[in-house]
């Protein structure tokens, strides 16, 4: 009878927070590990308005996947796009035709904008959750100033300058503020015929308050932070219509120069292939993190932002947090089955939550090490803390860290590069 030790195949769709911690936590593991995604980077999402605001690069943020788990013997990744699951025959397909079997599928495919119901919207309000994303608002914002310029030159006069950001949630808010501090700030002696600092920046949002789930006094302080920056805030306004530089509202009619979309986010559409799903197509999970139906499967986890997971009665965050936590929880679990243990349940521990608003602005309720609630600049520095330290790779923390500083002490943008596809004619360029 052969004695030797079985090795189990484990197939994580995604890279994000929640596969690239599952998957380094199963380093040891008597496990052949496959991480495929359709980018061949994992992305540090909660700076990615720094990238669409000029004061971080792309490559700060991001690193190659196959770089971060390079010495991780038992990890290989693939570039391809999941297109389907045979569950029955432990199966996942690929756009490219090719399928991998799994002893453990371990889905964490994330999330994308939701319009909720109006996608036509997406063409004039790009919204922010990939590279491409923040790369392409950064050119719009730029160009929003460089067409003020131009017109100054030409006519003596410029359309307005009105910067748009629909949804006052963190990203939204994190969003106003910064362009708020690039228009005001760090623009402000890079122009000579227009003047960046009179743009307005305005943040429409539906609730009578930002940042939702955030307790009411730091709701409230981020409200007059951001008033402090000059940001007009547009509590309990529903967005009806958005058009090409133009925003409709229940309470008005706004012209833009940039639209920004930070109203909502809808599950991948993987999770509809893997079971119950809630209205934003988040997979219903259990105490182990498995699908509930129509069949729960203990060999099957889902994770991150395509995982509904309630504890205590109410639906945990899809924050960069939770995906840390539920990929650590989810080698454990193989672990244990490996070993032939009972595995535990999963249980979210809440260190809580922060916003950054602006320069030496931000609010921050914290649950560890400590319980506190911050704002302004000691909320500001903690938020500089923690995302330094959560920040892949140690060259990347350092070189944010040195960009920080320069950007606060300088009071000068980062990388404010407008980059076009092909042969753009001037001309052209404000289309």
């Not at 593991?29 to 496959?34: G, K, L, N, Q, S």
């Not at 000059?230 to 309470?251: A, F, M, P, W, Y």
């Not at 243990?341 to 939550?353: A, I, L, S, T, V």
Request: net charge neutral; proline share 4%; with cysteine.
């Amino acid at each position: 009878m052969s004695t030797e030790k079985k090795i189990a195949r484990v197939v994580i769709i995604g890279g994000g927070f929640a596969g690239l911690n599952c998957a380094k936590a199963l380093q040891k593991a008597a496990v052949e590990i496959t991480i495929v995604d359709r980018k061949n980077h994992h992305l540090f999402q909660p700076l990615l308005y720094q990238v669409a605001t000029a004061t971080l690069a792309p490559s700060n943020i991001a690193q190659p996947i196959r770089s971060i788990l390079r010495d991780y013997e038992n990890v290989r990744v693939i570039l391809d796009e999941v297109t389907g699951f045979d569950l029955q025959a432990s199966r996942v397909q690929l756009g490219s035709g090719t399928t991998i079997e799994y002893d453990y599928l371990v889905v964490a495919s994330g999330s994308t904008h939701s319009y909720f119901g109006h996608n036509e919207w997406e063409r004039f309000a790009p919204g922010l959750k990939t590279v491409e994303d923040a790369i392409e608002i950064r050119k719009q914002i730029f160009l929003a100033f460089e067409r003020a310029e131009r017109q100054m030159l030409d006519h003596g006069s410029h359309d307005p300058l009105v910067f748009v950001v629909i949804g006052g949630g963190p990203t939204g808010v994190e969003l106003a503020g910064a362009i708020a501090d690039t228009a005001k700030i760090f623009l402000r002696k890079d122009y000579r015929l227009c003047k960046p600092c009179d743009a307005r920046i305005l943040l429409i949002e539906s609730l009578d308050k930002i940042l939702g789930p955030y307790p009411q006094k730091l709701s409230e302080s981020a409200l007059e932070q951001l008033q402090e920056l000059g940001v007009e805030v547009l509590l309990g306004t529903k967005v009806e219509d958005v058009q090409d530089h133009c925003v409709i509202t229940d309470k008005g009619r706004y012209d833009a120069s940039v639209i920004i979309w930070a109203a909502g986010v809808a599950a991948s559409p993987l999770g509809k292939m893997l079971g119950e799903v809630d209205r934003r197509g988040c997979v219903m999970v259990d105490q182990y993190l498995n699908p509930r139906s129509p069949h729960p499967t203990k060999n099957i986890y889902v994770l991150g932002d395509l995982a509904h997971f309630e504890q205590d009665g109410k639906q945990v965050p899809g924050v960069a947090q939770t995906a840390i936590q539920m990929g650590n929880y989810t080698a454990r679990a193989i672990a244990c089955d490996l070993r032939g243990e009972q595995r535990p349940q999963f249980r979210y521990f809440d260190k809580g939550e922060m916003a950054t608003i602006g320069r030496a602005k931000a609010v921050a309720q914290l649950k560890w090490p400590f319980k506190a609630d911050l704002t302004g600049l000691p909320a500001w520095l903690s938020w500089l803390l923690i995302h330094i330290l959560f920040l892949v790779g140690l060259k990347n923390r350092l070189i944010v860290l040195l960009q920080w500083m320069w950007t606060f002490f300088s009071k000068r943008w980062g990388v404010g590069l407008i980059t076009f596809e092909g042969n753009v004619k001037p001309e052209d360029r404000d289309r």
